[in-house]
């Protein structure tokens, strides 16, 4: 999916059998890809979308380069359109079309595709048949499932037939490969397969070795369908349920609770070196200023994602919506959040920089009229409550900004690591001074637009005296005009910013004789 707002990346929360997977869609532009490090901070999988006409394009490749570099584990869907219609064209057969996707996949990712469901087609015509089972070795025709099993009576579970003739070959081949990627991670798929062969390997222990090898980005799994039609669609969820790690999975979220300043070094973080190490997609400020944030308070610990604990959460945006006015958005970290809860919102000063101990300087106490959750559409629905992982917009909540911890009054000191701030680096001047009128009011809408977007920054050149307006590119500051000029019929002015020059000696250095004279 893709969103031509300008909000910086969309919520979702659709539904996975008995869970819930909360889905972030990025902006694919250049312009806006400092805003992924946000996206990736309270993720814990990515899912990458291509289709076999394109393949793998330039604003893919560089999302995929940040991916790699936050550690998040990845899974492909190959998104074919409309296949219940696909033939024999000029372009070639479908087959091969997929055949491209893949090679491009490996190619421009760097990546090893293992392929789990593929498309198979009629040898002849072109039409499609169904999608290849490859762990199964068997053909499903729409509402495919991961790791389908035999049922009972001999006849397969979840629509599964046998394969055709004329895909038989191909399903070997995928499964092969399968066979020979994850057998380099798993020890129980080696021995599987140097004792009995691609044959003498079961599904079971090929879907325990994929967990492991997603986990690890050892291996790229990837899904053919169509999204259109809803073909492969459940075949993902299940993929992403059973295969990617959930929000409880890891050691929990970084936090200190005041007490004094920290030495370098002193927890289990493993020190600066480490923290910054976390930090390779974040500006250099920003990595400075969370690194003040770890001596500003005592030892780093985490905050495990239990229920059952104290409320804690931290804020990754904030937006405005017609009728509930300003919302907060909120990862939940631990406890079960519910509306009408008593918090305390300790700021983050700079918005993700430094962090006040024990609330000092925060936004005080306060309570959620409201919590709720974006539907597909981005239609707002009420929940009753929300545990750890789950993010979720709160109504009522005066004072926050992006980087805010929100937590309980038994642990009103708790500051949770602040989310990495993506500094623009396209700036301009923003001409003032004609109009004091004119001026306060537009200055009044480029904070409140700020507010919702962190990547937006106003400041003060010392030696110019200049007000610069930093955005992430040209296309970020033009829809940031394009609103003002829809919500507050406000031109924004823009002026090419001057540049202080210094001097200073090069060269040898000389020496010859001064006098100083005092009267």
């Known amino acids: 999916m893709s969103t031509s707002s300008w909000r910086a990346h969309l919520l979702l929360a659709a539904p996975c059998g008995l869970e819930t997977v909360n889905l972030i869609d990025t902006c694919g532009h250049i312009d806006r890809l400092p805003l992924l490090a946000t996206a990736l901070a309270v993720s814990t999988a990515s899912v990458f979308v291509t289709t076999p006409t394109v393949g793998v394009d330039g604003a893919c490749k560089r999302v995929w380069e940040r991916v790699a570099d936050a550690g998040v584990p990845a899974v492909a869907f190959v998104n074919c359109f409309r296949l219940s219609e696909s033939a024999v064209e000029a372009g070639g057969h479908p087959a091969g ?204 610990s985490h905050v495990a994602p239990d229920a059952t604990a104290p409320v804690a959460g931290i804020v990754y945006g904030l937006s405005l919506h017609a009728y509930s006015g300003r919302l907060t958005e909120v990862l939940v970290v631990s406890g079960t959040l519910t509306k009408h809860a008593k918090l305390v919102l300790n700021t983050a000063a700079g918005g993700g920089g430094a962090a006040t101990g024990g609330g000092a300087g925060g936004g005080g106490r306060v309570s959620p009229a409201r919590l709720l959750r974006r539907r597909p559409g981005g239609a707002l629905e009420e929940v009753a409550s929300a545990g750890p992982g789950e993010l979720v917009c709160l109504e009522k909540i005066d004072g926050a900004a992006y980087g805010d911890t929100l937590t309980c ?100 250095p000389v020496r010859a004789p001064g006098r100083l004279v005092k009267q």
């Open 97 to 300: 079309r997929f055949a491209a996707a893949l090679h491009s996949i490996e190619a421009s990712l760097g990546q090893l595709p293992v392929v789990l469901f593929a498309p198979t087609f009629d040898p002849d015509t072109g039409a499609f048949v169904g999608l290849i089972d490859v762990l199964a070795g068997a053909l499903c025709r729409d509402a495919c499932r991961f790791l389908s099993a035999p049922a009972a009576d001999g006849e397969r579970a979840d629509g599964l037939e046998p394969l055709p003739p004329s895909a038989v070959a191909e399903a070997a081949a995928y499964r092969e490969h399968a066979v020979e990627a994850l057998a380099d991670v798993d020890d129980a798929v080696m021995g599987a397969y140097l004792d009995g062969g691609v044959d003498g390997v079961s599904a079971a222990a090929l879907a325990t070795a994929l967990r492991t090898a997603v986990a690890s980005r050892s291996v790229l799994p990837v899904i053919a369908g169509s999204a259109a039609e809803g073909i492969g669609v459940r075949a993902l969820d299940d993929l992403l349920r059973d295969c990617t790690p959930a929000f409880g999975d890891g050691a929990g979220w970084p936090a200190h609770e005041g007490g004094g300043a920290a030495e370098a070094g002193d927890d289990e973080d493993g020190g600066d070196d480490a923290y910054a190490a976390e930090q390779v997609y974040t500006s250099g400020a920003d990595a400075l200023a969370q690194a003040a944030w770890r001596r500003a308070g005592g030892p780093v």
């Open 409 to 508: 009054a038994e642990r009103s000191a708790l500051q949770l690591r602040p989310l990495p701030r993506p500094y623009g680096r396209c700036t301009f001047t923003l001409p003032v001074g004609d109009d004091a009128r004119a001026d306060d009011k537009l200055l009044r809408a480029l904070g409140r637009v700020a507010e919702e977007d962190p990547s937006l920054r106003l400041s003060r050149n010392e030696e110019t005296g200049e007000l610069l307006l930093s955005g992430t590119g040209l296309l970020h500051l033009g829809i940031v005009r394009e609103r003002l000029a829809a919500e507050a019929k406000i031109d924004l002015p823009l002026a090419t910013p001057h540049v202080a020059y210094h001097e200073t000696l090069t060269g040898r």
